[in-house]
């Protein structure tokens, strides 16, 4: 069982950062495949990017150059690091972690970018 709790979700202009936090607790967090996606209203949960447990990193084409996700394994936290924010990226966050055919979900938590 893994236990996933995000923080860093905020309200921010556009063109500004933020950074997403997600802490995992209750198994070995490195051998978890990490991931974050996002669902904005009346839309289906996307993928944003996501960390392996040998660092490879794949991001979706619409954040790609703009955010970076990492993976702290001593902390058994990752990260998503959101720069050049824009309108469309509004939407509540999730972190993910899977192993295997097993998978586990955040809260979530809120990002808005409005001027």
């Known amino acids: 069982q893994v236990q996933l709790v995000e923080s860093g979700g905020g309200s921010v202009q556009p063109g500004g950062s933020l950074r997403l936090s997600c802490a995992a607790s209750?198994?070995?967090?490195?051998?978890?495949?990490m991931g974050w996606y996002r669902q904005a209203p009346g839309k289906q949960r996307e993928l944003v990017a996501v960390?392996?447990?040998?660092?490879?990193?794949n991001y979706s084409d619409s954040v790609k150059g703009r955010f970076a996700i990492s993976r702290d394994n001593a902390k058994n936290t990752v990260y998503l690091q959101m720069n050049s924010l824009k309108l469309e990226d509004t939407a509540v966050y999730y972190c993910?972690?899977?192993?295997?055919?097993?998978?586990?979900w955040g809260q979530g938590t809120q990002v808005t970018v409005s001027s």
């Open positions: 960390i392996t447990t040998g660092g490879r990193i």
């Open positions: 993910n972690a899977y192993r295997g055919i097993t998978g586990y």
């Open positions: 209750g198994s070995i967090f490195s051998s978890y495949v």
